[in-house]
């Protein structure tokens, strides 16, 4: 009888151990699962982000480049309005220069008379 107990307790713990084995086995399993998951989640992650910093580097490029556009326009039309500056202040100078001129002739024209 005491055999008999002794066999049967045997024979019950081999089952759990079993049991706790494969019990083991599944959750080692749902553990690879889980993390075959997360990687893939995170590729996805890492993709959308690569994919969003693409197109924010792309828009903001395209923004550099219009304002550098705006920028070259803008001196451009600077230099533009500075040399019809110049350009207006020599003829005014010129003219000026020309009537004091005149006036000198006619001032010596004057005088000899």
Known sequence: ???LILK???LLALCLSFTSC???EEKKTEA???TTEAVESTEEAVNDVEEEVENEAKEVEG???GAAEDVKD???GAAEDVKDAAEGA???AKEKAAGELEKAA???KKKDN
């Open 22 to 24: 494969t019990s083991c």
């Open 32 to 34: 690879e699962e889980a």
């Open 90 to 92: 020599a003829d005014d």
């Open 8 to 10: 049967s307790l045997l």
């Open 63 to 65: 923004d550099v480049e």
């Open 74 to 76: 803008a001196v451009e």
């Open 106 to 108: 006619d001032k010596l």
């Open 1 to 3: 009888m005491k055999k």
